[in-house]
């Protein structure tokens, strides 16, 4: 087990590939928060990792406020007594539509930048106390393959995601010195079922331009939060880990 006792906050994790985390570190060992603006999801996931014999809770949380982000990382403290691990993985995602960037509503532009980038920012700064008294420990940060590629219809959505990688490496400077890795993981489009539904030609074209030509689902993203959340990563900071089967290289 490659996160015996470890403590893991996964933001968003309640649905789509967040419970997909949660449960995957859980079958590493480790005790998992799950934490999600949608509390009857991260209920059932919870109680879903305690049925396998697993360890976790459940904490309601908007990442867009600095209070509940707060009152997450005291009820993880407050069981658990240590953080070792934040997944920011909660985002706008399957919330949002396509569509032309002139069409896109300044309240939605703002909405889309305060969960899926000032989320991160708010949660880094609700656990990093715990995290510089251990002396050690590890933030993950979900942006997205969108990011490298550009996927036009979706200008909010893109931007905050190249945010995240910027946010991923700055953070990591500043908190190196208190053993604090920071990284990010870029998945490609995967088959969460949350997402907006693809034509079956859209699927296509996009396993053909994959090095690996098969659809992507969330047991590929999981391998690499596990490696990420593990001493085996101890030494990688302000990476970006672009996990899409090789549709995009960088
Ligand atoms: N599915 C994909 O193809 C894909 C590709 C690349 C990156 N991603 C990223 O992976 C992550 C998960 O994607 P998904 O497909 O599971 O998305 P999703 O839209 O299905 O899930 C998002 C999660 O975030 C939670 N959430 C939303 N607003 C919140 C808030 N204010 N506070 C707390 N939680 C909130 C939701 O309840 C949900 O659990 C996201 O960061 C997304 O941007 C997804």
Same mark, same amino acid.
């Given at each position: 087990?490659?996160?015996? !006792? ?16 949660? =449960?995957?570190?859980?079958? /590493? ?6 934490? !999600? ?14 049925? %396998? ?6 904490? #309601? ?10 009152? =997450? ?8 007594? &240590? ?22 509503? /300044?309240? %939605? ?36 393959? @969108? ?30 010195? !208190? ?7 870029? #998945?490609?489009? @995967? ?13 296509? !074209? &996009? +396993?053909? +331009? ?29 990476? @970006? ?10």
């Amino acid at each position: 087990m490659r996160l015996k !006792d470890k403590v893991v906050i996964v933001t968003g994790g309640g649905v789509g590939i967040g419970r997909a985390y949660s =449960m995957g570190v859980a079958k /590493e060992g480790a005790r998992v928060v799950v934490a !999600d603006i949608q509390e009857d999801e991260a209920k059932k996931v919870a109680a879903e990792i305690q049925q %396998e014999g697993g360890e976790a809770l459940a904490v #309601p949380v908007d990442v867009t406020s600095f209070d509940k982000t707060r009152a =997450m990382a005291e009820a993880t403290l407050q069981k658990y007594g &240590r953080i070792d691990v934040l997944v920011n993985n909660a985002a706008l995602y399957s919330a949002i539509k396509k569509k032309p960037f002139s069409e896109i509503p /300044e309240e %939605e532009w703002d909405r889309v930048m305060a969960v899926n980038l000032k989320g991160l920012f708010l949660c880094a700064k609700a656990v990093y106390p715990a995290m510089k008294k251990q002396g050690k420990g590890k933030i993950i940060n979900i942006s997205s393959g @969108t990011a490298l590629g550009g996927t036009p219809f979706y200008l909010h959505y893109v931007t905050s995601k190249g945010g995240v990688i910027g946010f991923t490496r700055a953070l990591a400077r500043e908190l190196g010195l !208190d053993n604090i890795a920071v990284n990010a993981i870029t #998945p490609g489009l @995967t088959l969460s079922g949350s997402q907006q539904a693809l034509t079956p030609e859209q699927l296509t !074209d &996009r +396993r053909r +331009r994959r090095s690996f030509q098969r659809d992507q689902y969330p047991q590929d993203l999981v391998g690499t939060v596990i490696f990420l959340s593990s001493e085996d990563s101890d030494f990688i900071t302000g990476q @970006t880990i672009n996990v899409d089967g090789g549709l995009n290289m960088h």
